[in-house]
Nanobody
Framework: VQLQASGGGLVQAGGSLRLSCADS????????MGWFRQAPGKVREFVAA????????YYGDSVKGRFTISRDDAKNTVSLQMNSLEPEDTAVYYC?????????????????WGQGTLVTVSS
């Protein structure tokens, strides 16, 4: 599993961004996928996760109703559509993956982490 995130950038408050994460491995459809974020000086925060097959999705309380996670197994990618962005969403966003059963809240156990992509929301 090798995760490559992209799509970060600078956006004004109220705007939208779409993050993508590509996996170069061969078993993407067997992975649960997710996103975490970490803002400067703050602890890492769970953002969203989606099951293998896409049948279940989970969101952190601070992004519910604004962010949507999705996956395309044919393209080995997971995406995070972020709408109504707020300055508080500014952070480095990390793509994560898990083959195990502990990925769901509240355990949040992920085996693989990609490099981060920076999202900056200006007020």
């Amino acid at each position: 599993v090798q995760l490559q995130a992209s799509g970060g950038g600078l956006v004004q408050a109220g705007g939208s961004l779409r993050l993508s994460c590509a996996d170069s491995g061969r078993a993407f459809s067997s992975l649960a996928m997710g996103w975490f974020r970490q803002a400067p000086g703050k602890v890492r925060e769970f953002v969203a996760a989606i099951s293998w097959g896409g049948g279940s999705a989970y969101y952190g309380d601070s992004v519910k109703g604004r962010f949507t996670i999705s996956r395309d197994d044919a393209k080995n990618t997971v995406s995070l559509q972020m709408n109504s962005l707020e300055p508080e969403d500014t952070a480095v966003y990390y793509c994560v993956a898990s083959y195990g059963s502990g990925w769901r809240p509240p355990r949040y156990e992920y085996d693989y982490w990609g490099q981060g992509t920076l999202v900056t929301v200006s007020s």
